[in-house]
């Protein structure tokens, strides 16, 4: 997919630096602003995370809000040895066995529709635009307990919204023409949250998806290829700060000496993902009906 929107952006690039003589007979030479008006896009592609080394599963043992706060809030074992010491990894686990590693996170496809409006001024173009699509991507955190069990933290997107601002330089004459733009605006994700885990003993609730806010920057290249229609290659990178979501375990059937809920504090135990940061960066394919 990255060679094939790689080679969409030299092909881009290459109809509007050279002469084309298709164009010549299809579109309109004395159109000396083609990028202004009202235009609809789809546009795919791929999705790819960066790689959020070191990150790991938090724990709220003794019911105060914080996490992490060194051995208050260590999951530990009657004898106090600490139940999560094999460790934890950046990704889904495999088995109960870290050795056996883990899943890396899944970049996957993505797919858009978008609708906006520009004004061309010479060679210069402005305009704003509403997108909303879905990614196919999954982030992954796990860790792993001395039972021996794993719990593993997932995140997914539902859906997602941008409101953007879009700022170009056009070249080429008339409908022959194409641009080099910039864009950037506030995104609105929907974020889906999965736990799971081979503990069978222990209760575990959650407290669902979340709704986000966060931002969108990038850029790309679009090229008219006929009086209405354009194709393009786009880059954009996406940041959403994500640290709401919770699982809260409980004791379920497990006796009362469970690592989860040994005393003082009997209630249980809350984790959370000590990496709050759901980014990734998008490469696409573009193609725009222009009104």
């Known amino acids: 997919m990255i060679k094939f929107l790689s080679t969409t952006a030299a092909a881009v690039l290459a109809m509007g630096l050279a002469p084309n003589a298709f164009a010549q007979d299809t579109m309109m030479s004395d159109d000396a602003q083609p990028f202004s008006g009202l235009y609809v896009a789809a546009s795919g592609g791929y999705d790819v995370q960066g790689n959020d080394i070191g990150s790991r599963i938090q724990f709220d043992r003794n019911g105060d809000g914080r996490f992490g706060d060194g051995i208050t809030d260590q999951v530990s074992t009657a004898t106090g040895a600490d139940a999560f010491s094999p460790g934890f990894c950046n990704g889904r686990a495999l088995t109960t066995n870290p050795g056996n590693g883990c899943e890396n996170d899944r970049n996957r496809a993505s797919y858009y529709g978008r609708v906006g ?6 060679h210069f173009v402005f305009g704003a635009l509403g997108e909303f699509g879905k990614t196919e991507i999954k982030d992954y955190v796990s860790g792993f307990s001395t039972t021996p069990a794993f719990y593993t933290m997932e995140r997914a997107v539902n859906w997602e919204a941008s409101a953007r601002l879009r700022a170009g330089l056009a070249f080429g004459e008339g409908r022959n023409a194409g641009m080099f733009y910039a864009t950037g605006g506030a995104g609105y994700a929907d974020i889906k ?48 700060k994500d640290g709401d979501y919770r699982v809260q375990v409980t004791q379920g059937t497990a006796p009362a000496t469970n690592p989860f809920v040994l005393a003082p504090n009997t209630a249980g135990t809350t984790i959370r993902r000590a990496d709050d940061n759901f980014r990734w960066h998008s490469l696409r394919g573009t193609v725009g009906f222009h009104f």
Request: cysteine-free; charged content about 25%; hydrophobic content about 30%.
């Open 193 to 240: 949250h999965r736990f799971y885990t081979n503990n069978t003993a222990n209760a575990f609730s959650d407290n669902g998806n979340d709704k986000k806010w966060g931002y969108i920057v990038g850029g790309g290249v679009e090229k008219f290829i006929t009086r209405k229609i354009s194709i393009g290659a786009e880059y954009t990178y996406h940041d959403y």
């Open 117 to 122: 409006f520009d004004v061309q001024r010479g």
